[in-house]
Nanobody, 122 residues
């Protein structure tokens, strides 16, 4: 099975940008659709963005559309979430996820990373 690990979180100020990376091991990531989710303190985990195996299909939560961009580099077995114009309400633990089915990756993906904290100060 594929293992996922997130990198790139941290503390930034409102309006700043940050890029998260999701690095896969154990399997070729190109076989999987990849999604990003986040969970703020005291709230349920929510979908952020997803990308198909070839990178041609993407979709986003309304709350991040136009500010965040998901991408992938299958040669590096990695996916990314570029986050621009960050807001304090973007503060959360961000999780990378993967599923063999694109239709599942934004709902109940099979594989998850451990999460990476992103904190946006006002």
């Amino acid at each position: 099975q594929v293992q996922l690990e997130e990198f790139g979180g941290g503390l930034v100020q409102a309006g700043d940008s940050l890029r998260l990376a999701c690095v896969a091991s154990g399997r070729t990531l190109s076989n999987y659709a990849v999604g990003w989710f986040r969970q703020a303190a005291g709230k349920e985990r929510e979908f952020v963005a997803a990308i198909g195996g070839t990178g041609f299909r993407t979709y986003y939560a309304e709350s991040v559309k136009g500010r965040f961009a998901i991408s992938r580099d299958n040669a590096l077995n990695a996916a990314y979430l570029q986050m621009n114009t960050l807001k304090p309400e973007d503060t959360a633990v961000y999780y990378c996820a993967a599923d063999l089915q694109y239709a599942n990756v934004g709902n109940k993906p099979d594989y998850w990373g451990q999460g990476n904290q992103v904190t946006v100060s006002s």
